[in-house]
């Protein structure tokens, strides 16, 4: 008889955990309403079953993975661990441990992916929306900037733009190097239109294209002009920078090249300094004032 109750016991019991339910993850759960443990969760504060400390939920896998990071050598055993991690949708799982894909299918091209530090970015081309530095491509000199939304260009400080038509391709140029070129139109497109492609040499030069070489002419502020003399006619401040250094301007109500007036900056200096004093002393009596009272 004992024998029979307890049989009965351990069928009735065997038939409870069958039926017992186990919390998903996101579900509502309680001290009576447990989470999946075999899923790695728990119950959370919220009263809701969420991964226990390090892991990470995978929809696919529905549960919780150990979440790659630098501390467990981005140790993985899906791609879908790498997605979730810092390294981002350009990663996957690579004999257990996650890393940055070598190139992706990005429109009609095909593009590398890099890694910086703790992610994986994909190389950006010519004036493309960027974050860091390290998106642009660094064989062809691109920087990301911009003030706001930034972009990778050329440094136009340090470098020129230049498009090659043979190639279509774009990249910056170091303006402290020659020039290559393959036709006038490549260097008239950055150093403006008074400059030849030497046939000899195949690099950009400065050259008087409208008279044929007649005058003479150089490269000021990365730009090819006209060399003008103090009182020559001009049309540009370049210009006679090219001829008299930068102490000179080109009068445009003269249109004649003329040296900055060197005594109408003493007077400008000498008119902000009396400036100066006279609000310092006119201050002195309020100080003076307040002290005593």
């Known amino acids: 008889m004992v024998f029979f109750l307890l049989l009965i016991q351990l069928i009735l019991i065997s038939k409870t955990l069958q039926f017992e339910h186990f919390g998903g993850f996101a579900e509502v759960c309680s001290d009576k309403l447990r989470c999946n443990i075999k899923k790695s969760l728990r119950c959370g504060i919220y009263d809701t079953c969420e991964c226990i400390e390090n892991q990470i939920y995978i929809a696919t896998h529905e549960g919780c993975l150990p979440e790659p990071h630098s501390t467990n050598s981005w140790q993985c055993t899906i791609d879908s661990q790498c997605h979730r991690s810092q390294l981002g949708i350009l990663s996957y799982c690579y004999q257990k441990h ?121 490269m000021v502020n990365g730009r090819c002009h006209y060399r003008r003399n103090l009182g020559s006619e001009c049309s540009q401040d370049e210009e006679c920078v090219m001829g008299g250094g930068s102490g000179t301007f080109c009068n445009l109500a003269q249109n004649i090249c003329q040296q900055r007036s060197i005594s109408s900056c003493a007077i400008a200096l000498n008119t902000a300094a009396l400036a100066t004093i006279f609000i310092l002393f006119s201050t002195i009596p309020n100080l003076h004032f307040r002290l005593l009272y």
């Open 98 to 218: 996650c890393t940055c894909l070598q190139e992706i299918n990005h429109g009609d091209s095909i593009r590398d992916v890099i890694r910086f530090g703790n992610n994986c970015y994909l190389v950006k081309d010519y004036r493309e929306s960027c974050t860091i530095d390290a998106e642009c491509d660094s064989l062809r000199n691109f920087k990301c900037i911009g003030s706001g939304s930034k972009q990778c260009d050329c440094d136009e400080e340090t470098h020129w733009y230049h498009y090659d038509p043979s190639t279509d391709t774009h990249d910056c140029h170091n303006r402290n190097l020659p020039l290559p070129c393959k036709q006038d139109e490549e260097c008239k497109e950055i150093l403006g239109n008074l400059v030849t492609c030497d046939s000899k040499t195949k690099i950009c030069k400065c050259w008087d294209t409208i008279g044929d070489g007649y005058e003479e002419t150089g």
